[in-house]
């Protein structure tokens, strides 16, 4: 079984597995790491979503052999050493922007790669930067108001 | 992470052993001035259902060893915020910190049997019942402290987890107090209770504390659960509800999917267990590829669905009949319309997972089931078990919104962990099989008729509704779970499930002096069960469409209208509300507010809507500008909690309206992934925002459901003040509308 040498939340992680085990499955079944969450496994629904050297992308049918040397972040790499959350995540907690939070994971990825590229969105911007993640609990607008809050504070 | 079972209360006790009593002067407390303690009123009304079933302090509230207390509920975390909701009622009781009250939810021989998380009951029964029990408690270790510190209860001062003399300035401990003993007695009315007045928790704004631990990802959802060992399985799924599996080909499977332990072949229940997820997934595939299965009865063509619903009801039967509608009916001219709405499905954005492991005597179930004791006995039934060698913990789980597919998931890792011991098995359902496997809300028709008088008040309405069951839910029953029904010898459902909920809301709440109301049931072609608010969301489309048919008819405006035909004090001032929320509103030329009113159940929640849209006269297309809603659920336990509800109800129900419905031909559902099925993406969601009228010496009621059936009434209205074009079959399309 071929080895991979991955760069995840800061760390070099060694991962024995079948070249086409998608990175959602790498995450979460063998590095234990439960902030992409699996939703579809088609990338229609944004719940897996991670950062690929900064930029969000869906996780659920990338396969591992595909990352190479890329930066891979989770929610859990957003948190500091000292355990103090990031401004995103920080807006998130204090807008109440979840209900069952399943989605949340892609909701504040998909916010950081946003405002990685366009720090002070728009609504219009901000609904387009999230077309593709789905809530089914109808959040949306609590979510809009945390990307507005944690443009703001960063 | 690593899970472990909770220990169970009798152990929990044994472990806590003997606490010597002692008179401790708590250190925060010297030089420290002694709170207000808020006065208590004497309540002697009804107590909840759920204490009628379990009616001792121990049963929902445990003193911890740490000052904390915990408190039991037989309900379930799915995101609609009931463990903060219930940590509040309790702390404000025991005029104890937030952080000091711990809540355990659902777990089978811990917590009471609640039956269902559902029907918007998790407040009125489990957090009202937990009012009662801290109520009684706190009434115990006032007495219990009065003999120990021999000081009369006047002295006495109880708070975060002490109860203090003012005149010795002398302490004790809660669980000082017990000495290592839980309350046993009685919760009996009367019962002193907190003066709502004096609440300091109940009715604010108090933030969820889960949500700080979603955003680390340590949500502690079901899919995230491990245990050392831990394997992963899923199950081949037959093409059609009563395909039977001829053959199945597993020869080379070994070889092509690395990591396969197991396949577990039961009838036409079929499962494959392996070592790692993404390999599960393989094997799954592999097992379709090389298996053939029979045929299922076709379903009805697509167009015909309706029709070949009528043709398959039973008779009618009469649910509300008052005046003489027959005789009112005679010599009017009335009015008609026929309302539609397709199936449309749960949709929970996390598929179906559940995990079991057989210690060889002992089944342990993890679940984000809405009912695991219901869950049990279908289980036991299934298995031929005792019900209580089977021990099922409930685990949060993504939205499901009613009777979705965790019960099946559950049902799936039992029948793979009894073939495969001491081992945990996680199984975790695919999208695919959550969209075609899930039972869906079922497809409804409402016709309507009415005449008015000439006062412009309406004199008959006639109500025919065609309706599936709307709960299916696990029971004793073994054909309710999914895979009973594909084993050797299948369990087939024999019950036709909850058919009232189909005529929830049906009749309307307005005053009409001749009404009558028929429901029509059918056993329709799809799975089906609960679906927030049940038939209410199609009643009162149907009704609240049918009012503004009706008001332009009078030409009155509809919310005069409406209010013409309502006493209800509670009722007129939710519609006033909502009136003044979109009273300073622009409206442009293609643009248009639309207003629904409910009381759910007609005994539950109040709620006015307005919905203010624009609509594209060439092409159709429907923009969603925003949606208001006015709600009074009586005395507001969580304000936030609330708000929070209802925004996102009206959001999923505008999916609902708009959107969406399950597809299907002859021969299979088509409606199996997020492009199928489509739901309301952010480029589409309106601004929204909510009034609640607060009324604290009025019974709390829940709101999760209350939200949805007004949204598409709201909808339909505003479209038609838009465009003038009103279509009454969900979901309302661009289509739709240029063929209006």
């Known amino acids: 079984m071929p080895t991979y040498h991955l760069n995840i939340n800061g760390s070099q992680k060694r991962i024995e597995t079948e070249s086409d085990t998608p990175l959602l499955y790498v995450l979460r079944d063998y590095l234990e790491l439960n902030g992409p969450t699996y939703g579809c496994g088609l990338a229609q629904c944004g719940s897996c979503t991670v950062l690929v050297n900064g930029s969000a992308t869906t996780s659920c049918m990338l396969p591992v052999s595909s990352i190479g040397e890329a930066e891979i972040t989770t929610m859990e790499g957003l948190v500091s050493d000292d355990g103090n959350l990031h401004p995103v995540q920080q807006a998130f907690v204090q807008e109440q922007a979840a209900q069952c939070g399943y989605c949340l ?37 609590r979510i809009i108001k945390a990307v507005k809050t944690a443009a703001k504070s960063l | 992470m690593t899970a472990l079972p909770l220990q169970s209360r009798r152990k929990f006790i044994k472990n806590m052993g003997y606490i010597s009593v002692g008179f401790s002067l708590l250190g925060a407390c010297i030089g420290a001035e002694d709170p207000t303690i808020a006065s208590r009123v004497t309540y002697d009304g009804k107590l909840p259902g759920s204490i009628g079933r379990t009616n001792t302090v121990n049963a929902w509230l445990e003193i911890l060893e740490d000052g904390r207390i915990r408190v039991l509920s037989g309900k379930v975390e799915l995101g609609q915020g009931i463990r903060t909701a219930i940590q509040q009622v309790a702390a404000e009781e025991l005029d104890m910190d937030l952080n000091k009250v711990q809540v355990h939810l659902a777990e089978t021989g811990l917590t009471p049997n609640e039956g269902y998380t559902g029907a918007s009951a998790s407040i009125q029964y489990s957090a009202m019942s937990v009012r009662f029990a801290a109520a009684t408690a706190r009434q115990e270790l006032l007495e219990l402290a009065r003999k120990k510190l021999n000081t009369p209860i006047a002295d006495l001062l109880l708070f975060n987890g002490v109860v203090k003399s003012k005149l010795s300035n002398k302490s004790l401990t809660f669980a000082e107090i017990l000495e290592g003993e839980q309350i046993k007695r009685e919760v009996s009315i009367p019962v002193p209770i907190k003066n709502k007045a004096e609440h300091r928790y109940v009715g604010k704004a108090i933030p969820r504390t889960d949500i700080g631990e979603m955003v680390r990802g340590q949500g502690g959802y079901i899919q995230d659960l491990r245990f050392p060992g831990m394997v992963h399985a899923r199950v081949v799924r037959p093409p059609g509800y009563e395909s039977k599996l001829i053959t199945l080909d597993g020869n080379g499977l070994k070889a092509e999917v690395p990591g396969v332990i197991k396949t577990v072949i039961k009838g036409s229940f079929v499962g494959v267990i392996t070592e790692r997820e993404h390999q599960a997934i393989k094997a799954e595939q592999y097992l379709k590829n090389h298996s053939e299965w029979t045929t299922s009865t076709p379903f009805p063509e697509p167009k015909n669905l309706f029709t070949h619903i009528k043709g398959i009801s039973d008779d009618p039967e009469t649910i509300r009949n008052e005046g003489n509608v027959e005789l ?69 789980g993504a939205g499901c919104f009613g009777h979705s ?331 739709k509308i240029l063929n209006a």
Request: net charge negative.
């Open chain 2, 405 to 735: 597919t965790a019960d099946d998931a559950a049902t799936d890792a039992a029948l793979m962990a009894l073939e495969h011991p001491n081992i945990h098995v996680r199984v975790q359902w695919s999208r695919h099989d959550e969209h075609a496997w899930d039972p869906y809300g079922p497809a409804m028709i409402a016709e309507l008729e009415a005449s008015l008088d000439e006062n412009n008040r309406i004199n008959y309405w006639k109500a025919e509704v065609w309706t599936d069951s709307h709960s299916q839910r696990p029971n004793k029953d073994a054909g309710t779970v999914l895979a009973a029904r594909h084993l050797e010898t299948p369990f087939e459902m024999n019950s036709r499930g909850y058919l009232g909920g189909g005529h929830r809301n049906a009749d309307p709440y307005y005053n009409i002096p001749n009404m009558k109301v028929n429901a029509h049931y059918y056993k329709g072609p799809f799975r089906v069960s609960s679906l927030r608010s049940l038939g209410s969301f199609t009643n009162i489309f149907a009704i609240e469409s049918f009012m503004d048919a009706l008001a332009e008819k009078a030409g009155q405006d509809p919310l005069d209208f409406r209010l013409n035909h309502l006493e209800d004090e509670r009722a007129v001032a939710v519609i006033q509300k909502v009136k003044e929320l979109t009273a300073s509103q622009n409206i442009a030329d293609d643009q248009g507010v639309g207003y629904a009113f409910m009381r759910y159940k007609n005994t539950d929640a109040y709620i006015a809507m307005a919905a203010k849209v624009a609509v594209n006269k060439v092409m159709g297309n429907i923009e969603l500008i925003k949606m208001w809603a006015a709600v009074d659920v009586g005395e507001v336990i969580n304000m936030d909690g609330i708000t929070n509800q209802v925004e996102g109800g009206m959001i999923q129900a505008a999916s609902w309206t708009l959107k969406e419905q399950v597809t299907f031909n002859t021969k299979e559902i088509t409606s199996t992934d997020w492009l199928k099925y489509p739901i309301l993406r952010f480029s589409q969601i309106p601004e929204v925002e909510v009034a609640i009228i607060n009324r604290p010496e009025e019974d709390a009621k829940g709101v999760g459901e209350v939200p949805m059936p007004p949204t598409a009434a709201a909808i339909a209205n505003a479209i038609f003040k838009a465009c003038g074009k009103r279509v009454n079959d969900l979901p309302i399309t661009p289509e």
């Open chain 1, 105 to 141: 994971n892609g909701m504040v990825m998909a916010t950081i790669s946003l405002l990685n590229k366009n720090p002070s969105p728009d609504d219009a911007e901000i609904k387009n930067a999230l077309q593709g993640n789905l809530c089914r609990c109808g959040s949306h607008t």
């Open chain 2, 328 to 396: 009112a009916i005679k010599d009017v001219k009335t009015i008609k319309a026929r309302y539609t709405k397709p199936y449309i499905k749960h949709a929970s954005l996390g598929p179906a997972c559940g995990l079991a492991m057989f210690d060889g005597e002992v089944l342990h179930i993890w679940s984000h089931s809405q009912g695991i004791y219901p869950l049990r006995e279908a289980l036991a039934a299934m298995l031929s078990m005792e019900a209580d060698k089977i021990h099922i913990i409930a685990v949060p």
